[in-house]
């Protein structure tokens, strides 16, 4: 598509002239915010975006030097003041790089979109009013997400209140979405997935893995045989940096001896190279429904059921912590939520004195 500039130039009152310029490999789109986007592409090049107005000297200038085959590289600095220069001020932090590698690639993608966005506007004149839109446009299709943004805005913010760039957190008084919570298995679905997947399946070795060491699918792809010590799982974990050693329960003893596994790691795919994290997933989800589940069990339903089982059978918050590699107790009775009620209040009772016995 060829583009066309226009300049426009008053000659006298009530009198106006407009040029039109004919620029050729220049292509314009609207990105999914609205905001014209130009380039230029001559065929066989790469792309040269094209900064500033159309028709503007800076405009005019990255064109004259992309035809002449010398480009100007863009700046990498962000205007002082910037939502883009807190951003970038940011990434270099101590706090960010002592943030876990996941943790650093969740805050990327959630900023990037506010970045595209909002990186030239200034940090000191966004009010409430702007940041509660920010949150709500996204969680008109994705609440998750927004919550996770606001998360993320939110010790943005108060990064820039602790190095002077504004007074308050606009994000403070942003409320988050209400979300339903992660389906806890129940042992009638374990023992469905297990009928449909015996031992020797892939689906069951996954099932054993995530169920009898309480680990987030993440943790589970990343375990090696060279990881078995002394009878234990040695692990740590990608989200905390926590580092465990999971005793191996006998059923996950004799899933990892069935297989199907080969390589170094403990589970792969058919011919022993790791996994990732979605396609462990997806073989859960695919093996549940096989097995006429529910497709509200997935995996992190099954970290929970490890939780929920080692609560039922009387481990303390602590024991149960040690297994799951939660750092503080509200977390562990959050996740055990699910405990059978009937088990724990029959424990409950069993410890009261019978009264024949005074």
């Known amino acids: 598509m060829r583009f066309r500039a226009m300049m426009h130039q008053t000659a006298g009152k009530g009198s106006e002239f407009v040029t039109r310029l004919r620029l050729k490999y220049v292509n314009e789109y609207r990105d999914r915010h609205g905001k014209v986007r130009r380039y230029f592409r ?37 205007p002082t003041g910037t939502f883009a220069a807190l951003v970038t001020d940011f990434y270099r932090s101590i706090e960010f790089a002592n943030l876990a590698a996941s943790s650093k690639t969740t805050y990327r993608n959630a900023l990037a979109p ?10 000191r004149d966004m009010p409430v009013k702007a940041a509660r839109q920010i949150i709500e446009n996204i969680g008109a299709n994705k609440p998750a997400m927004a919550n996770l943004t606001r998360a993320v805005l939110r010790r943005l913010m108060s990064f820039a209140v602790e190095n002077g760039w504004r007074g308050d957190n606009p994000v ?37 893995l995530l169920l009898y060491t309480g680990q987030r699918p993440s943790d589970v792809v990343a375990m090696r045989r060279s990881d078995i010590v002394d009878g234990m799982i040695r692990c740590k974990q990608k989200k905390t940096g926590t ?20 390589g170094i790691f403990l589970i792969g795919d058919k011919y022993g190279r790791p996994v990732t994290r979605q396609t ?16 509200r069990c997935v995996t992190h339903g ?42 724990l209040n029959k424990a409950a009772i069993e410890k009261l004195p019978n009264e024949r016995d005074r």
């Not at 004259?64 to 863009?74: C, D, I, Y």
């Open 280 to 295: 462990l997933t997806r073989l859960i989800g695919e093996g549940a429904r096989l097995a006429g589940l529910d497709r």
């Open 172 to 208: 403070a008084l942003v409320k988050s979405y209400k979300l339903g919570t992660y389906h806890t298995w129940t042992e009638e679905e374990i023992g469905a997935f297990e009928h449909r997947w015996p031992l020797g399946t892939r689906e069951r070795l996954a099932l054993a």
């Open 42 to 78: 001559r065929k066989g090049s790469p792309r040269i975006p094209l900064p500033g107005l159309a028709a503007s000297s800076e405009f005019l200038s990255a064109y004259q030097a992309a035809l002449s085959g010398t480009p100007v590289a863009p700046s990498t600095r962000h």
């Open 302 to 343: 099954l970290r929970k059921a490890s939780m929920r089982r080692l609560a039922e059978y009387g481990a303390t918050s602590k024991e149960i912590a040690a297994v799951s590699g939660h750092r503080t107790l509200r977390e562990v009775e959050r996740y055990t939520q699910a405990a059978n009620q009937v088990l």
């Open 114 to 123: 506010l970045l595209e966005a909002h990186g030239q506007r200034l940090v």
């Open 243 to 262: 580092e465990l050693m999971i005793a191996i329960h006998p059923a996950l003893d004799r899933a990892i001896n069935a297989g199907p596994c080969n």
